[in-house]
């Protein structure tokens, strides 16, 4: 599998999770000149942000240690772009979901979701 198809498939398992959990999904693959947004999902009173790392293990880092400042400040400028564009009286938040895959899109996958990660 591609690693375009292998990002599909992780974003496709952490909307899953969302909705599963409440959230609705406002919108996938958000881009503007200033980055990207994998996935943008509401659940009550916020706005949810949501960057999406997939990776096979945690042997040589943690999925959420690859959301480096410079990613965050990227997702903070087009997240404040986004917001201009969709009015909003929600709170924004910003969460990370690590998704492991050890056997890639054929096997069973751990999801880990860390709510209001940038504080």
Not at 8 to 24: D, I, P, S
């Amino acid at each position: 599998m591609e690693t375009r198809e292998l990002g599909r498939f992780g974003e496709e398992q952490a909307a899953k999770y969302l909705r599963r959990r409440g959230y609705r999904i406002v919108e996938t693959n958000f881009a503007c000149r200033a980055g990207e947004i994998d996935l943008i999902a509401r659940k009550g009173s916020y706005i949810v942000f949501v960057e999406v790392k997939l990776r096979k293990s945690a042997d040589f880092a943690a999925a959420r240690e690859f959301v480096t400042a410079a990613k965050q400040r990227r997702i903070l400028t087009t997240a404040s772009l986004w917001l201009a564009a969709h009015e909003s009286e929600l709170q924004p938040r910003f969460d990370v979901i690590e998704i492991y895959a050890p056997q890639g899109a054929a096997g069973r996958v751990e999801i880990n979701h860390i709510e209001d990660a940038f504080s």
